[in-house]
Structure formats: structure tokens, C-alpha cells
């Protein structure tokens, strides 16, 4: 691949990624990073930059004064709260929190089509970019689709991507229809009475409920990647009663995730586990709070968009490799998807690179430059 980019420009951009993964931010809390983004992009002059945006994220817009399509490129800015394992230079600084999803280079991605949206201008139509805060608890798209300064942007188009650890070093990873999967998680309260161990039956113990509901999830499972009605209920978390041997529990607590290929097959699923929760309620006669949170929109790859990054691909020559499933994971961008034609796609990271959310990941600097010139691409292609 021959890069548009200067060689002097993408030096600085690995640096800055190698700042970024320093300081790293988790969800909400992105203050620092956006302030580093921007004092970054006013280097490369957008025509409008807009901040604060959906909590801390940023929009900067590149325009040509000349009608013609308005493509959104996004790109993640957020950290875990993972401890890094990883003594090289650039290693978190803050106990606790890294960057082991690569949020940073994302951003730097971004960071690198600004730089070409500046030194080559688009003939025709706008380009945003924009650096949203907040994904890894997918609250960051909804809010920034909530923000007023985004509504007035109606994007034609909306791309994002992900850089994916098992897969050859920037092949470009693809899928039409959903690349990731619906996911959406269930915490369930269960409300009962404690009582002595000896006298159970003077209680509620929440025991049995907790069981059977688990039982129940197991039976809707249909952990079968390869078909259309894929569904996978995971139990992440129980709590029940306290290390008390006298005493018969009154109170527990049963977390779940839920995923499933698509929108329409996750809320039938959702709705019968509604209906088992409250049928499990009537039985034992004990209260159960629901509370669903952490929910990720399915990605649904628009046609015409995937052709835009296969067309890109080509361009400049990169392998590319089609998925024959989407992956079980959630991806809060999918919001987008839902309301905007668009399509996200994957970069391989190194067949040797650590997995995402491992504690020695680190973002490869190496795709920087492949992931802007792939933007910078797919915004020719459009406009041509």
C-alpha cells in the first residue's frame, strides 16, 4: 500500500498513540483525552470542531463547499479498567486502567484522515470525524446521537472500524448484514426474607428461583453460531445471602448478558425471558427487580457501504477476508447502523497480537496509516 500520508506526520501520529495509551481514561471520564485530541487536530484545520459532544467527544468536519454525500467516520476514545502487564515506555501510567482494546490507535486513525482531509481536499460534499467518548459501556452512542450539535449533521453515510488480534496485519476484515452481534445485560433482584438455617420455610430463601431461572436459560440458549437464530444467555454474576452458616438467605442477585445475530430475534428473547421471570415470581411468591443495562446495537452492514470498503481494499491492495458468521461480541457503534446507511469492518492486527482486553495488549502503530489511507479510500469512492 502506498500511503498518502507524509512521513514526518505519521511519525507523530505514533507518538501521540503512544500518549494517548499513557494516559488512558475509562468510559465518561475521556476529559484529558479529548483536550489532547484537540489541541492535536487544530494542526490539521478543520472547518468546524465541536466538543463536549454526547459527554466528551468531538466532531471536527471537513467540508468542500460543494453539495455532495456527508460521510461520519468514528472512532473510539475510551480505556478499561484493566491492569497492564506490559514495561515498555509508553505503559499506563494510571494503576488500573489501559488501553486494551486499542481505542487509542482508533483515534489516532482519525487523527491520520484528518491529516489527509487536510492535505488533500474532498472535491465535493463534507467528511466528520468523530471521537466518541464512552463505548466500552455502550452509553457514549446514544448519547452522542441524544446531542443536538449531531442531529443537525444527517450523515449519508456512517463507517467505523476495529482492529482484530488473530488475523493477518491489515487484512480488512468483512461481513455483510450484521457484522457483531445484539447484546444487552440483565441484572435480576431477588427480594426475600432471611430466616434461621433451621427454619428455612419462616423465609424466602431465593435459592431455588436463582436455579431455576438458570435452568431456564440454559434450555433458551441456542449457542449455534452458524444459524440465523443465534442466541447465547452467558450468567455473569451471583450473589446470594452471607457467610452466615446460621442463617438462611434473604436477598440475591443473578447477572446476565444476553446476545443474539439481530434487533428482531433479541426482543423475542428478551420477552420470554420477561415472561419466565414473572412466572418464577408468581411460583415462589417472591419478588424480582429486573434492571437491563449495558445494551449494544447490532451492527447491520449496509450493501452499498461494504462495497465502498471492498472498492477501497482494492485500491490499495489489501487481502481481505470475509467472515462467514459475525462476531458474538457487542459493539455500540451498531447503534449508528440502525439509523444511518453504514457498515463497520475489521483490521487484522497481528495473527500473534494479544487479544483484545488481555492484560499485555498493546495497539500496533503499523495500522494507523492503513486504517486512515482505508478512510481516506472509501471517501473517494463514495464521492466519485
Known amino acids: 500500500m502506498k500511503s498518502l500520508m507524509p512521513d ?68 473510539d476514545m475510551d480505556a478499561l479498567p484493566i491492569q497492564e502487564i506490559n514495561h515498555f515506555e509508553h505503559r499506563s501510567e494510571f494503576d488500573g486502567v489501559s488501553h486494551k482494546c486499542g481505542h487509542d490507535g482508533h483515534s489516532c486513525i482519525l487523527l491520520g484522515l484528518a491529516c489527509l482531509l487536510h492535505e488533500n481536499p474532498i472535491p465535493k460534499g463534507k467528511v466528520s470525524l468523530l471521537f466518541q467518548p464512552a463505548e466500552e459501556n455502550g452509553e457514549g452512542a446514544q448519547a452522542v446521537l441524544k446531542n443536538p450539535e449531531f442531529q443537525t449533521l444527517k450523515p449519508d453515510f456512517v463507517f467505523a472500524l476495529h482492529n482484530l488480534p488473530g488475523y493477518p496485519l491489515h487484512e480488512v476484515v468483512w461481513h455483510r448484514g450484521s457484522f457483531t452481534a445484539s447484546v444487552i445485560s440483565l441484572i435480576l433482584r431477588f427480594k426475600g426474607k432471611t430466616s434461621h438455617a433451621a427454619e428455612p420455610e419462616k423465609g424466602k430463601n431465593p435459592a431455588n428461583a436463582i436455579a431455576d431461572i438458570l435452568e431456564i436459560c440454559n434450555h433458551l440458549s441456542n449457542n449455534a453460531p452458524e444459524r440465523a437464530n443465534f442466541n447465547l444467555i452467558t450468567p455473569i454474576h451471583i450473589e446470594m445471602g452471607e457467610i452466615a452458616y446460621g442463617i438462611s438467605a434473604g436477598y440475591g442477585e443473578l447477572h446476565l448478558t444476553i446476545r443474539a445475530w439481530d434487533e428482531a430475534n433479541m426482543r423475542t428473547l428478551c420477552d420470554r425471558i420477561t415472561e419466565h421471570v414473572r412466572e418464577t415470581e408468581q411460583h415462589y411468591d417472591l419478588p424480582i427487580e429486573a434492571e437491563w443495562t449495558h445494551a449494544f446495537k447490532a451492527n447491520q452492514n449496509n450493501d452499498e457501504a461494504v462495497d465502498a470498503i471492498l472498492k477501497a481494499a482494492d485500491s490499495l491492495k489489501l487481502t481481505e477476508h470475509e467472515r462467514s458468521i459475525p462476531f458474538k461480541w457487542g459493539e455500540d457503534f451498531g447503534l449508528f447502523t440502525q439509523h444511518y446507511k453504514g457498515a463497520m469492518f475489521g483490521l487484522g492486527s497481528g495473527k500473534n497480537c494479544p487479544s483484545l482486553h488481555n492484560p499485555d495488549y498493546d495497539f500496533p502503530n503499523a495500522l494507523i496509516d492503513t486504517g486512515a489511507n482505508l478512510f481516506y479510500q472509501i471517501t473517494t469512492e463514495l464521492l466519485a
Open 8 to 75: 514526518e506526520q505519521l511519525s507523530a501520529l505514533r507518538e501521540f498513540r503512544q500518549t494517548l495509551h499513557r494516559y488512558p481514561e475509562v468510559s465518561g471520564h475521556e476529559k484529558d483525552t479529548a483536550q489532547r485530541i484537540q489541541n492535536f487536530l487544530n494542526g490539521y484545520k478543520p472547518d468546524k470542531m465541536q466538543g463536549d459532544v454526547g459527554g466528551h467527544g468531538i466532531i471536527a468536519t471537513y467540508t468542500s463547499g460543494k453539495p455532495g454525500p456527508h460521510i461520519l467516520f468514528r472512532g
